[in-house]
């Protein structure tokens, strides 16, 4: 039963075990499980199990954050290639680190996390300025942009959110993108995301997820 391959994939990616868990899916495979079985029956869930985690304990083990959003998004992307017909999106986002921010663990975890529940993403990567932010959102056809600051200074930098929503503002796209913002800046001022011009932010990586795909169904609706 799948519920077997369940258990075992869960306990790979608890113990941050990658190449169990990947032996795991393979199994599964071999085992006549369809790649959709894959996707939505083990790696969705052990992802939606570490956002219950993270809630009950903010400061629980970055490295489990970072591996199973890593494992979770290759697994995706591989099943995808092997789907009888591609799911739909539910959205895009662009995400990048702020101009002069050359952070990018939060952001990777964030994007792994994204993609595995069905959410395209465009990553810009690092010391981004505010108007690739909105020229890359525009030309995706993306509904939020994602900005990651580790840094005060980078978080309230004149280049950062700050301008990306004067931006939004002059061309009239604040019904059509939200802004996300996110970093250790953000754990110390909860207020700070509205100082910068953030629609919403998160205190983690995994939680950014829920929050962009919240964001996204707020201006799909």
Not at 123 to 128: A, E, K, T
């Amino acid at each position: 039963m799948l519920s077997r391959y369940v258990q075992a994939y869960n306990e790979a990616v608890f113990e941050t075990d990658k190449q169990a868990a990947l032996a795991v899916v393979d199994g599964a495979l071999q085992d006549g499980y369809s790649p959709e079985d894959i996707v939505f029956n083990l790696v969705i869930p052990a992802v939606e199990a570490m956002m219950a985690r993270i809630e009950q304990d903010p400061d629980s083990n970055l490295a489990q954050h970072f591996m199973t959003a890593q494992i979770a998004s290759e697994v995706t992307e591989r099943m995808l290639e092997k789907f009888a017909s591609p799911p739909e999106a539910i959205g895009k986002v662009v995400i990048g680190a702020a101009y002069g921010d050359l952070h990018s663990l939060g952001k990777r975890i964030v994007i792994g996390c994204l993609k595995s529940l069905m959410v395209d993403v465009i990553d810009l990567g690092i010391n981004i300025r505010a108007e690739q932010f909105v020229d890359r959102a525009v030309e995706n056809g993306a509904q939020v942009i994602a900005i990651s600051a580790m840094m005060v200074h980078t978080a309230t930098g004149e280049n950062g959110s700050i301008k990306v929503r004067a931006l939004l503002k002059e061309r009239g796209l604040e019904d059509k993108i939200k802004l996300a913002v996110g970093g250790a800046p953000y754990r110390f001022d909860p207020e700070l995301y509205k100082k910068v011009g953030g629609d919403a932010w998160a205190p983690d990586g995994v939680t950014a997820a829920k929050v962009i795909i919240q964001l996204i169904k707020e201006v799909n609706a």
